[in-house]
């Protein structure tokens, strides 16, 4: 019975894995058939793709997954589809602004589902512009320092062109001009002793609002579950 019990756990615990990969794997996927679809599905030639197939390839992404989401966001797979990408912008319990990016290939049914899941958290949609004015287009690196100083290594990294460092232990977290982010990465890359964990493109908040009430941290998770 106990070793019943055992492999019961066991088997649990593997399809909750196997399903949360599911999840990410799609997300991946979504970003690269995007990238693909918004430029040029030669990789070399357009960064936002080679970032998106990065990430994929550094969460262990089968290379038959990313080839296949290439093919089908370039519209040269057999199962092609048109994917869009969109934004809504809301505000949260307390009044921080939210900015939700989707990739759907139904914008209504998105929408609905957007606003349903921002009000059961006690929040409600705003229009164009009402929040975004308080995010900037930012690159983030997240380095991993295997051989030297963490603190040598951010000077560094600051003179490849980042705007801002921060050393937590052996990984140092990096901002950088979305403009020239590319090239930002690459110089990061090529720095000798250090390992690039993830690399994206993201909204980054100029003014923070702090969570000083509880409620309002419970709601915040339920909106990023």
């Not at 009402?130 to 030297?148: D, H, R």
Request: aromatic residues 4%; contains cysteine.
């Amino acid at each position: 019975m106990s070793g019943h019990s055992k492999w019961s756990t066991i088997k649990h615990k593997k399809g909750a894995a196997d399903a949360k990969r599911g999840q990410l794997f799609t997300k991946l996927s979504r970003e690269i058939m995007v990238a693909a679809r918004e430029g040029d599905s030669n990789p070399e030639m357009n960064f936002r793709l080679r970032l998106a197939i990065d990430n994929a390839k550094s969460l262990n992404m089968p290379k038959d997954n990313i080839d296949r989401a290439v093919a089908r966001g370039a519209g040269t797979g057999g199962d092609a589809v048109i994917l869009e990408q969109i934004s809504y912008e809301a505000y949260g319990p307390g009044g921080a602004g939210i900015i939700v990016e989707a990739l759907t290939d139904n914008k209504n049914r998105t929408a609905a589902e957007v606003r349903a899941q921002i009000t059961r958290a006690g929040g409600n949609l705003a229009g164009a512009g009402a929040v975004s004015w308080n995010f900037e287009n930012k690159g983030l690196i997240t380095v991993e320092v295997t051989n030297g100083d963490p603190d040598d290594v951010a000077l560094e990294i600051v003179d490849a062109g980042a705007e801002d460092v921060e050393v937590e232990g052996t990984i140092v977290q990096v901002t950088a001009p979305y403009e020239s982010f590319a090239d930002v990465k690459s110089g990061v890359e090529a720095l000798p002793g250090i390992n690039v964990e993830s690399g994206e493109l993201a909204l980054v908040p100029t003014t923070l609002v702090p969570w000083t009430i509880k409620v309002q941290c419970k709601h915040y998770v339920c909106l990023m579950l």
